[in-house]
């Protein structure tokens, strides 16, 4: 049986594109405003990927309903109530600026260093709040959290709520968002921040002062980086059949070549729109949930961040990246997942890759993301052999991608399976 809870995004990819243009109105523009308001570097078109014909359009595809209904029990779903009833009740001065969600899993000890550096920034922004999601773990957990709340007097900003079974990263988000949008006192932006950070100094004070200044900006995401300071990929380009394909052959001059479609450009230093940005901190405004809904639930983790940036882009609602806003991302540290750490994949990863390219693009397309995957692979395996090169690549990937692609699994949008409820033969 897989298990799983909040995720790490080790999926490295990265960002370059131009500085914004502002738009210091007080007020929120409308939708037609938004959508032609003048475009970055990268929307005019210096790293457009191509435009696929008519065929590879979504239409093919029975649309899908957007957001699966949480299996919260009514139990739960009255302690979250509670819990953000006193959120509210804290706040009553004014209303609440900035709702912090984090989802704890198997990850204690982390939460509450997290906590511990919230402690520091939370009054940074005056109306700041703090859920804490204990997502399933089965253990002490809650307890643990709970007594650092009381201990450290946290409990003038911060509540914790308990569920179970664990729902992802995705479900246990929707848990405190689900009410907290439904509240007398809505937060006007909620940042979800990975339990495995690190918050330096003015974080949260640098994201809600842009979103503040650009009312146009519906997500922004911050600098993510290693302890030591190393600055971590978390700007990104969504991905096309000719990205899967370079990022699959490995190979220098192909990816020179196919440089525009890389998912994963140079870090920027400075303040740039992006296509899409880690989940691991990233401030949303409250509107955006209005027009899209909430996170998808069918992911349960991994591709819930970029589905999301892909349909509030759609909605008219733009991504950026702040590098002024600085977290420490540990990564990997409930799934295991991590580009530092060869292993084999899980197999909601790729079931939630699956979904987001069908969900979003449609069959063909899909068709032609796996086949760049499974070609790209392919030559690959020819290279290490030919050259006796080491292969360094994840255990089983080109098996796990043919097996997980469309060719083998259907064009029927499925929800990713929650690997805590269904045992899996693999």
């Known amino acids: 049986m897989w298990t799983v809870g909040a995720r790490s995004l080790d999926l490295v990819y990265r960002s370059c594109w131009g500085a914004p243009q502002g738009d210091n109105s007080t007020h929120r523009p409308s939708v037609d405003k ?26 093919r595809c029975k649309p899908p309903l957007l957001f699966a209904t949480s299996s919260i029990s009514s139990k739960c779903q009255a302690t979250v109530t509670a819990c953000l009833s006193g959120l509210s009740q804290q706040g009553k001065e004014g209303e609440m600026k900035l709702l ?3 989802v704890n899993y198997r990850v204690v000890e982390l939460t509450i260093d997290c906590l511990r550096s919230v402690a520091e920034e939370v009054h940074s922004v005056p109306g700041t709040r703090v859920a804490i999601c204990e997502n399933g773990t089965g253990d002490d957990s809650a ?7 009381d201990q450290n007097g946290w409990k003038t900003w911060a509540t914790l709520t308990a569920i179970t079974p664990n729902l992802g990263f995705t479900g246990g988000n929707n848990a405190i968002l689900r009410q907290a949008l439904r509240s007398a006192d809505p937060p006007q932006y909620v940042l979800l921040l990975n339990a ?12 809600v002062d842009f979103m503040d200044q650009h ?9 993510l980086e290693d302890l030591d300071g190393t600055v971590q990929p978390s700007a990104f380009r969504f991905m096309t059949p000719i990205s899967e394909f370079e990022r699959a052959i490995r190979f220098g001059l192909v990816s020179k070549l196919l440089n525009r479609w890389n998912v994963v450009p140079p870090v920027s230093a400075k303040l740039t729109e992006a296509e899409w940005v880690s989940g ?17 639930e069918g992911y349960y983790t991994y591709f819930d961040d970029i589905d999301f940036c892909y349909n509030a882009r759609k909605a008219g609602w733009p991504t950026w990246y702040l590098p002024s806003s600085r977290v420490v991302h540990f990564g990997g540290q409930s799934t295991g997942v991590s580009s530092k750490i060869v292993r084999r994949q899980p197999p909601y990863l790729f079931e939630a890759r699956r ?42 990937i080109l098996r796990d991608s043919i097996r997980h692609s469309v ?20």
């Open 34 to 59: 938004r959508r032609t308001a003048q475009p970055g570097p990268f929307l005019r078109g210096q790293f457009l990927r191509p435009k696929w014909p008519s065929p590879f359009s979504r239409a």
């Open 355 to 396: 979904r987001y390219f069908l969900k979003n693009h449609g069959c063909i397309y899909a068709s032609a993301a796996d086949a760049g995957r499974i070609i790209g692979l392919v030559m690959w395996r020819l290279r290490v052999l030919l050259t006796r090169k080491k292969n360094a690549g994840a255990p089983y």
């Open 280 to 296: 691991a901190s990233m401030i949303i405004r409250r509107e955006v949930f209005d027009d899209i809904g909430l996170l998808d």
């Open 215 to 223: 009312p146009a900006a519906g997500i922004a995401g911050s600098r």
């Open 196 to 207: 495995d950070t690190i918050v330096r100094a003015n974080a949260f004070k640098a994201l």
């Open 143 to 149: 307890e643990r959290i709970q007594r650092a709340i």
């Open 100 to 102: 912090v969600v984090i």
């Open 407 to 426: 060719f083998l699994t259907g064009f029927k949008l499925k929800d990713v399976l929650n690997p805590n409820l269904v045992t899996r033969k693999d």
